[in-house]
């Protein structure tokens, strides 16, 4: 237990009528980097809010550092937080820009140089202490942004979304310098996007929202590997998860999902507790775990499928097929080159597949 | 709602915050309070004289609720008062001043809308000269160009004639409305308008089809603008409008100064009152338009 | 072909449409103002005549005292009565900002002596300041006989009576114009402000009003603009009294050029006032130019700035 940074109890938001946190509870490690991922109005920036303070909570307990925060002012919880557009102090050089909380809070003239040269140091800003904001790359401006955190001493940083302004290139390039300062800093860091590529390669664990409640909360490779339903199932991914809706049947005591006329047997699926004959299923497939014209260890197949569109995407290709009159993406290596109308048989990587309960949507 | 107590398990802090009423709050409220007393105050004052006797104004207690209300004030001041020799009220003024506005609001929009549309669309060689030009016209004082306005005017004869003064008022309402309009359309995507060039309509025919059913929220914006502007000017109404088209700002300023016999306080201030109904109803029932033309209105860089 | 010449056919449209704005542009704010400016040199009476007598109505106009009193009084009133709409704008506006119940209802308190006449404005406070009946004498018969408040009476503060009234008329149009600037400001910038601990005061004067030195220039333009213009409120409210102890220049010229009959003396007036706008026009685009020769300035440092850092 002494190790938990921040830990969130029975947490509930309601604005007028509307829930958008629900009893939530949470705990991060300390020196964990927890992604909060989900589509927008799903609460993440909401509960980021409420940890920070800015947002007066419903019901329930937030505790940072295992001290109870609930009812504390955001600048005596212990957190430094980067927003979405940096909220840099436009009038103020940058040293000020670091300074202005620490010599509103009256602390000592050397102890702030000290703070302001140790965090530029670490952050590699020492030659623009003097520059105001709109002199500054978005990359410098974020490195400002975090560095108004780091001076405060925290121990805990909170992102709110702070590539989502950025174009692709950028993105990627301060993407690596986040985990970069992740690694040499090992504070807690709580970071809210809606990009699940930053989710994935940031983070520790991602705790992946809907409706103000984490649908699944999980280590990234786990997430997109084996998603506990459907909506994490679909949100992760591009090109999206393919899902056949079909039934389990048994035909001499091996199970197999029939989807239209299709049978493509699951013995080799890991199941949880086994799947009951009969259950109206949906079946997920990632592009990579179809392959079209090999056959492979734990695969099943073949099934005919038409190709109708080939898509080049530079380091793999994906190619839409019809199969069964449904449309799916699969991943195949960039070389391979396939035309429209052509006829291949597609193969199915049971073992890496997800079942979902077609009622229930959680996966079996 | 906010001010519910937290049901506390214990003393562990849990659930929203318990507000209290801080100094600073009571500060706050305190000082909007005060404000809006001085601000309310001379229209309470005006609202009570005008239903007073002038028995009781003589008293002089002049915050206080009448006695006994009266409306004699306002019958008198529509119908009856003086100015000068005249002694009809200011119904005269009041149709006069509609007589003006209307003409006048109408008018200046449709310049300015065609401008702003060509300034934003069909920018022509020193279009934007011109219209720096008129910018700077927003600016300068009405006295710098009034006396050669007056001598123009007299030679094309519509000086001291209804049709002078209405196109006076479109004159000086063409910088600001102009900014308006030309704000309104240069937000517009410029595709919409290339669009409908490829589609063959030319100058008129996109003004009339597509930009101007698109400008119904930014004309209201400048209705209001022009409505409380024109009905409430009162240099352009004494020069130009003439002894016959008199607006009702400056028959109520001739009412109250008239110094012949004993001063109504009653009177004056309902006649006062009378004259601002017009503006303050357009102001009560446009709300958040109102400020919407006022930012509009205040020349942005 | 086609193309061009129906575009060619769409300008020529275009001019036409912009005729009255053009002729606008070109004969009031051009020839107008020219014509006045000449005028001024001229010994016009009632009408205009062209007998140049060089500063001569300039040199009359600066001996008259009436003059001399109204542009003392205009530094007076419009410095008083920016200083004041500004200051008590910013501050109601920030007040208002306050997560207030019945803002609508303030907010409508506030602006509606906007929305009147400055006729109206300048009676009412005529009638509220009045000696014998007005405000005074209900507080003496409240029992405070030692109120004593009728500055428009006395030509020594008639002036501060007629900025009363500008200030209860004007104040309200600053309030919105910079809570709009207020509520303008980038959320996330408060967010940062409240985790770096910085108070709520602090945070408006240090952070929030430097960063909408547009909505204060827009709310210093337009009082400036209606302190030159000041006429109806002066006309209405004292009519320039008592004497000459509340004279304008904007009553200074109208007056010149009708009841006096003296156009020469009222253009060299009207001239006079065109400077002071011309001046704030001049600086408004000398900052302009500076600012945008920094921001290019600061361009060429970035791209240095992001060469020496990566």
Known sequence: MENISVSIKDLSLRFGRIEVLNSMNLEIKQGEFLVLLGPSGCGKSTLLNCIAGLLDVSDGQIFIEGKNVTWEEPKDRGIGMVFQSYALYPQMSVEKNLSFGLRVAGMKKPEIEERVKRAAEILQIEPLLNRKPVELSGGQRQRVAIGRALVRDVDVFLFDEPLSNLDAKLRSELRVEIKLLHQKLSNTMIYVTHDQIEALTLADRVAVMKGGVIQQLDDPTTIYEKPVNLFVAGFMGSPSMNFLHGEVIEKQGNQSVSFKGIEIPIRSYPSINGIKTGTKVILGARPEYIKIDEKEEGTVGPFEAVVEVYEPMGADSIVWILLGGKEISVRVAAGKRYTPEEKISVYFKIPSVSIFDAATEQRL | MSEEKPESSGNEPRGPKPRKISPARIGVYAFLIISAIFFTLPLWVMLMTSLKTMPEIRMGYLFNWPQEISFDAWVKAWDTACTGRDCNGLKPGFWNSVKITVPSTILSIVIAAINGYALSFWRFKGSNFFFGLLLFGAFVPYQVVIYPLIIAFREIGIFATLPGIIILHSIFGMPILTLLFRNFFGSLPMDLFKAARIDGAGFWQIFFWIMLPMSVPISIVAVILQVTGIWNDFLFGSVFAGRANMPMTVQLNNIVTTTTGIREYNVNMAATILSAAVPLVVYFVSGKWFVRGIAAGAVKG | ?310
């Open chain 3, 1 to 310: 072909m086609a193309q061009r010449r129906k575009k060619k056919l769409g300008n020529l449209q275009a001019i036409i449409g912009s005729i009255p704005m053009i002729s606008v542009a070109v004969g009031v704010y051009v020839i107008c103002i020219i014509y006045s400016i000449t005028l001024s040199f001229t010994s016009s009476r009632l009408f205009p005549k062209f007998n140049f007598v060089g500063l001569k109505q300039y040199e009359r106009l600066w001996g008259s005292p009436r003059w001399q009193i109204s542009v003392e009084n205009i530094w007076l009133f419009g410095f008083l009565l920016i200083a004041f709409t500004l200051i008590v704008g910013y501050l109601l506006a920030v007040f208002m900002d306050q997560r207030i119940k019945q803002e609508g209802l303030f907010r409508t308190i506030f602006l509606y002596p906007f929305a009147m006449s400055l006729v109206v404005t300048g009676l009412v406070w005529q009638w509220v300041l009045d000696p014998n009946l007005g405000v005074q004498s209900a507080m003496a018969n409240w029992g405070f006989e030692w109120f004593k408040f009728a500055p428009l009476v006395n030509p020594e503060t008639a002036i501060y009576g007629v900025i009363i009234a500008g200030v209860w008329q004007g104040t309200g149009v600053t309030m919105a114009i910079l809570l709009a600037g207020i509520r303008g400001i980038d959320e996330d910038i408060w967010k940062a402000s409240k985790v770096d601990g910085i108070p709520a005061w602090r945070t408006y004067f240090s952070i929030v009003l430097p960063m909408m030195k547009g909505a204060v220039a827009t709310a210093f333009v337009l009082q400036c603009v209606s302190v030159v213009r000041v006429y109806d409120l002066i006309v209405a409210i004292t009519n320039g009294g008592p004497g000459i102890a509340t004279q304008m220049p904007a009553v200074f010229v109208i007056e010149h050029i009708s009841i006096r009959q003296n156009a020469g003396v009222g253009m060299a007036a009207a001239t006079l006032m065109l400077l002071p706008i011309i001046i704030l026009l001049g600086g408004r685009g000398i900052i302009q130019w500076r600012a945008a020769k920094i921001e290019k300035e600061y361009e060429k440092k970035m791209l240095q700035a992001s060469a020496e850092v990566s």
